[in-house]
């Protein structure tokens, strides 16, 4: 039996700031599993199925949703993404920590969720750059987007910038190295939360009489 239920670490941001390379970290580093999302977007070069997303045709994603096999599932840049209950309830069950790249939308219905394992498990961070200067400069950068799909990306991620209250963190990015260590120290944090932790008589500790 684990000691304690795990983590469910959702991670949102505009394109750019940073958080999937953050979320990828931590599992390639085996601190958490990455929930693969599914998505109706075409693949980028050099993505994976099944490991950057699993990538669905319009109707395979709409079967899912009348299957019920989605956590939350919202529309970002024309397409729709969703997280899969199965990437995230038996994970969090055995105590292992889920973290999760997800929209404000989407991250809006987890939090609405009135599933008690997801809320004891619930976790959010919104990362964003210092300025909008900086989240261009981001965006610009990525040459795998056409012009017209970095204006887009830009337009909505001011927009979802200003969602940034609704999260319980938030963290202004900086170099890679210190967004890392941040974002590794707040799952650690997390870990020492007693009310994830499984009640077993024989650990307990002693108390003063
Ligand atoms: P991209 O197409 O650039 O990989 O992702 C576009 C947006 O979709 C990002 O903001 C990302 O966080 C969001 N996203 C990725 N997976 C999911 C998901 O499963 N659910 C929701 N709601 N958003 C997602």
């Known amino acids: 039996m684990p000691s304690r239920t795990g983590i469910l670490l959702l991670v949102s941001g505009p394109s750019g700031s940073g958080k999937t390379t953050l979320c990828r970290r931590l599992a390639d580093e085996q601190e958490a599993h990455y929930s693969t999302s599914c998505t109706t977007r075409i693949a980028r070069p050099g993505e994976i199925d099944g490991h950057d997303y699993f990538f669905l045709s319009r109707e395979a994603f709409d079967a899912k949703i009348a299957a019920g096999d989605f956590l939350e599932h919202a529309t970002v ?36 969720c009135t599933d008690s394992q997801i809320r004891n498990a619930l976790v959010d961070l919104f990362v964003m750059p210092a300025t909008d200067e900086e989240l261009a400069a981001r965006l610009t950068g990525r040459k795998t987007d056409s012009p017209e799909v970095i204006a887009l990306r ?56």
């Open 77 to 112: 840049h024309d397409n729709s993404y969703g997280t899969l209950k199965s990437e995230v309830l038996q994970y969090i069950d055995r105590g292992i920590d889920v973290v999760m790249d997800i929209d404000v939308q989407g991250a809006a219905q987890v939090r609405a």
């Open 154 to 209: 830009l337009k909505n991620a001011i927009e979802e910038m200003a969602h940034w209250r609704e999260y319980q963190y938030r963290l202004i990015s900086a170099s890679r190295e210190e967004d890392y260590s941040r974002f590794r120290s707040l799952l650690i944090a997390e870990r020492l939360r007693s009310a994830r932790l499984v009640h077993d008589s024989s650990t307990e500790p002693l108390t003063h009489s």
